[in-house]
């Protein structure tokens, strides 16, 4: 019942804190070595992939780990070794995840992870660059295409600039489209890249303006392939420095979120309108850092912070420019991690705990309520379905089909037995909810 209590939390709209309430932490069996850096995220099937690198003899090696939609994890799987820290980026796509990473042969990588436990490909995407290169950053596009951005040190001019790569076909890694800006000064270092369902590109982005100044600047291009890219500059003065900070892309905004003094800022502007930020400011325990920033599927935002003493700390928003105060989660020894969303918007924390790569919140019990799984009396299949679904129990008064957004998409009331036409739902993981006389029942459904 993992995921499906979590539904209900947002289902009901109970504040979001609610859901670290009883959270429980579950430990990622066979990691080797000292972990080091951990990231997680769901595919569109309800597949859920971790990450980690971790120290073995005094190489550092990337390794995954993949737990299906029924629950059942399998063991771990080497994705490289000999790779640089802190480089590795995961994101989802319709049905398996992508990974990127950087070697100490200084050249930047992609691999295709799969349920259960495979690496399809794994090839370097820009081979023999005796470049510096940091600050990976990769989004995926509703074409499950890939796309890249990176900083680079041109050792001709000692300047750092911005790259940007997708691979246009699937596999075809090595010919896919690369693009380079040459004109990004010496402080380009990419904080995000996003890939809207009309196939525009955003770069996120701290640079330096002629007159040696830092900004937060955007690079934006009208299509994938296109070379025609737009340059702005978004938030900072003349004396500006930008430390531990992020950014995130979505539905044409930017969202940055920097760490203060004693305080956490965080701004949003529109996409092509300079300096029109609106802000808050987040309170959070001083001496901490700046863990990550997310959004979900309903348009909040969430950011966790590693306190002075290594305790966990979450933080979320009322309205884009209200945040709430962060709120303590854990005492114990947390070093870095990332915030993902199953499909069920339930949130998790994936992350290192001591010396242990663990998911913090991926079970809650809310206001005692229990939601019970099909049993002997009641049938839902086929389960995964193309077309149709049907629904066979006695005293059944209703049933709704969620999405991952927790919207019904289909409702039917008053029936025994009865099929539900899916056909113009989208592929993914959805939530069947049946009403009976004496319960609540409820179960996964996979949309083919």
């Not at 679904?389 to 089909?401: E, L, P, R």
Request: net charge negative.
């Amino acid at each position: 019942m993992r995921n499906f209590i979590s539904f209900f939390v947002f289902l009901a709209t109970i504040n979001v804190f609610a859901q670290w309430q009883n959270a429980i932490i579950h430990t990622v069996d066979n990691v080797s070595g000292i972990p080091s850096t951990a990231q997680g995220i769901y595919d569109g099937m309800g597949n859920f992939y971790v990450i980690w690198e971790t120290e073995e003899n005094t190489d550092l090696n990337l390794y995954f780990s993949v737990r299906d939609a029924d629950g059942i994890w399998a063991s771990s799987l080497k994705i490289a070794d000999d790779v640089l820290p802190g480089q590795s980026e995961l994101a989802a796509a319709s049905d398996f995840a992508y990974v990127s990473y950087t070697k100490a042969d200084q050249n930047v990588y992609l691999a295709r992870l799969e349920a259960p436990l495979t690496v399809t490909f794994n090839q370097a995407v820009v081979s023999n660059l005796a470049y510096d290169k940091f600050n990976l950053n990769l989004a995926v596009d509703a074409d499950d295409n890939a796309h890249l951005a990176w900083a680079m040190l041109d050792i001709d001019t000692d300047e750092y600039k911005l790259y940007y790569y997708n691979n246009s076909e699937i596999g075809d890694i090595l010919g896919a489209n690369k693009l380079s800006f040459s004109s990004m000064g010496d402080a380009a270092n990419p904080l995000d890249i996003a890939v809207n369902t009309s196939g525009e590109v955003t770069i996120a982005y701290i640079g330096k303006l002629f007159n040696n100044q830092q900004r937060v600047q955007i690079a934006f291009n009208t299509e994938i392939n296109s070379t025609s890219w737009i340059y702005n500059t978004y938030f900072g003065t003349d004396d500006s420095t930008f430390g531990n900070v992020k950014a995130l892309i979505n539905e044409g905004k930017v969202h940055y979120l920097a760490q203060g003094s004693n305080n956490y800022y965080y701004l949003q502007t529109d996409i092509g309108i300079n300096d029109s930020w609106e802000t808050a400011v987040i309170v959070a325990p001083s001496g901490g850092t700046l863990d990550a920033f997310a959004v979900q599927a309903t348009n909040q935002f969430h950011a966790s912070i590693i306190g002075e003493n290594n305790e966990l700390y979450y933080a979320t928003n009322d309205t884009e420019t209200s945040w709430t105060n962060s709120i303590l989660l854990d005492d114990a020894n947390y070093l870095n991690g990332s915030l993902c969303f199953s499909p069920t918007n339930a949130i998790n924390w994936v992350g290192i705990r001591d010396t242990e790569v663990v998911i913090f919140g991926d079970e809650v019990i809310v206001n005692n309520d229990v939601l019970t799984q099909l049993d002997n009396t009641i049938q839902l299949y086929p389960n995964p379905a193309k077309n149709f679904v049907t629904i066979q129990g006695d005293f059944i008064q209703s049933a709704k089909i969620y999405n991952a957004a927790g919207q019904i998409v289909k409702q039917q009331n008053s029936f025994s037995n009865t099929s539900i036409n899916i056909q113009d739902l989208s592929s993914g993981v959805y939530v069947v909810v049946l009403q009976t006389e004496n319960n609540i029942y409820q179960s996964r459904l996979i949309k083919q």
